[in-house]
């Protein structure tokens, strides 16, 4: 079992700057995945950014160039630092991980982070 913490989130203007982050306990030995995936109402899931503890990572067409994940393996803290944010990227943001040496970061975020354990989700809300 792992059990995620979300922080961060929050109400930006267009333009600004986010952090989320994500902590991870219970058992995440091995390599294993962490990633954030957003809700918004009226679209699909959407596998925003995923790493693994060994400095793999995959992005989101919609977030390359803006977003940047890091995963601290020792901390097994996951965070998401968000620039030039857009009221696109407004959402319900959910970090996820699977502890698996199979399942690529790439194939973690296009599966939309299942299979995985999941976080309670924080809210990301951009205005224009």
């Known amino acids: 079992q792992v059990q995620l913490a979300e922080s961060g989130g929050g109400s930006v203007q267009a333009g600004g700057s986010l952090t989320l982050s994500c902590v991870a306990s219970?058992?995440?030995?091995?390599?294993?995945?962490m990633g954030w995936f957003r809700e918004a109402p009226g679209k699909q899931r959407e596998g925003v950014a995923t790493?693994?503890?060994?400095?793999?990572?995959s992005y989101a067409d919609s977030v390359q160039g803006r977003f940047t994940i890091s995963l601290d393996d020792a901390k097994k803290t996951l965070t998401l630092q968000m620039n030039d944010l857009k009221p696109d990227d407004t959402a319900m943001y959910y970090c996820?991980?699977?502890?698996?040496?199979?399942?690529?970061?790439?194939?973690?975020?296009?599966?939309?982070?299942?299979?995985?354990?999941w976080g309670q989700g924080t809210q990301v809300t951009v205005s224009s």
């Open positions: 219970g058992y995440t030995h091995g390599i294993y995945s």
């Open positions: 790493s693994n503890n060994h400095g793999v990572t």
């Open positions: 996820a991980a699977v502890v698996s040496g199979i399942i690529t970061p790439e194939e973690f975020r296009l599966r939309n982070g299942r299979p995985g354990y």
